[in-house]
């Protein structure tokens, strides 16, 4: 299980990104997960419900995942077309002559964080 350590990361990636910045409480994490990625989004959030607990500003935190289509350019015919539904032949010329555009990422792409004004109140 990979996500394990994805999590870890990312949790430690976010931790140092609240204390650069003076965040005290993150509300939530938002990852982009690429379709053809291998990760489970599901085990993320598992993962991330048990380890949150052990950095402070994510104690609180909630993981939320959304996924990237994934893309294939090929160089043949210089078009792109969705990987999932074709796979690795152009669906407009035949060519094996193709590459993976997008959908094997993992990015952060959102860090929320609590209003620690209205916390004071």
């Known amino acids: 299980m990979h996500e394990l ?3 870890t990361y990312v949790a430690r990636s976010v931790e140092r990104v609240a204390e650069e910045n003076g965040i005290h409480r993150v509300a939530e994490v938002v ?20 380890f949150r607990g052990r950095y402070t500003a994510l104690s609180e935190s909630s993981l939320r995942c959304e996924t990237l289509k994934a893309v294939t350019w090929c160089d043949h015919c210089k078009k792109e077309y969705p990987t999932v539904q074709y ?9 094996e002559r193709t590459w993976l555009l997008t959908g094997n990422e993992c990015n952060i792409r959102e860090i929320a964080v609590w209003d620690e004004e209205e916390d004071d109140e």
């Open 31 to 50: 990852l982009e997960i690429g379709e053809v990625s291998g990760i489970v989004a599901d085990y993320l959030i598992d993962c991330w419900d048990y």
């Open 87 to 95: 796979g690795r032949v152009c669906p407009y010329c035949g060519s």
């Open 5 to 7: 350590g994805i999590v």
